[in-house]
């Protein structure tokens, strides 16, 4: 069997479409199509322009309404939450392909945190859980004991923990706060089963994470839902993966077979990205792909950040062209730190802050601080063009 061979932009372009960047955006199937689609959504406390769940199909779609996004995720049972890549949104259809990881942290017995009374807490919230319906940790009796975020009370402790064991699942958060129910409530009876092999379970996955890449090395596809590596070689020969080379990739690769069928055609959308975004959350793939290194500097201390706090990438013509760190000072959006990886991406860069401002409510957008005098210049002169 000759192995197929890809060069760079072919590989680039695999990679755009499968996540959803290039061609019409699908309107009709929404906000849950770019979930199924993906496979996962990751969810993070951040939020500037809107937290990251939200900010993923509004790169894809544009401008839908917020609580549209969530109505979307928590409703109709169309949604759970669970540790993926990391805690993500992810399809109902999914839940029976986490047995295997429900069924690791079951023999690990406890994770982060452990419990005075593991047996009299746990059975304490479920008893709540099954006569008084869904719940917050708050009305469960509390989150914390009084002290930092990690002090976490005895409740809180239990609840999820039997969230990890699959005990206890979430499909909905109000106001952020994680909603806790019983799965045979909030899980459909034809996917409430944890019979499922870990091999079936990996080989599901595996191929999963296949098809929302396009392509993609062993870690690439193994780190989309955080298997091990060991766990991908054992089933990727039976996930339907072809094998292919990449120009420039040390390393052997992976494709969807769907994703090789046709070439990807279609206008490449422009758009702002979360750091969080599953096109750039895995920064060595990032840079290997766009010859884009980006670091999220919200955890480093202010005086080292380069790029800002919670710098977007800058997407554009299917390349990586630029960041910029927002933020919202009453009807403006300011762009605290900006950058350019060539003069002509200032007036996409212009494009992409003119849309942004305008779905989180803002009239105005103004450039605080550039790279250089001359980018701030270029994109502030594209701005007043636009009339933003």
Known sequence: MTLISLSADEARRIALRAQGFVGAPDRKAGVRGVLRHLGAVQLDTISVLARSHELIPYARLGAVGRQAVEA??????????YWSHAACILPIEEWPHFAFRR????AHGYRWHKMKDKEGSCRLVLDRLRAEG?????????????????????TKIAVEWLLDAGDVVVTERRGWKRVYDLPERAVPDALLHDDLEDRECLRRLVALAGRSL?????????????LKGEQFDAVVEDSGLVPVTVEGWAKPAWADPVALATAPRGRHRTTLLSPFDSLVWDRPRTE???DFAHRLEAYVPKPRRIHGYFAMPLLTGGRLQGRVDPAREGT??????????????????AAALREAAQWVGCDAVRVERAQSAAEAAAVTAELALLGA
């Open 332 to 349: 403006t959006l300011v762009a605290r730190q900006l950058s350019l990886t060539t003069p002509k991406a200032a007036a996409p860069m």
């Open 103 to 106: 069924r690791i942290k079951r």
């Open 72 to 81: 979307a995720y928590w409703s109709d049972r169309h949604a759970f939450e």
């Open 288 to 290: 290997r792909i766009f």
């Open 214 to 226: 396009g392509v993609g090395t062993r870690a690439d596809i193994a780190d989309y839902h955080r």
């Open 134 to 154: 869904p719940l917050t940790s708050t009305e469960l009796g509390g989150a914390k004991n009084g002290g930092p975020w990690w002090d976490w009370s005895e």
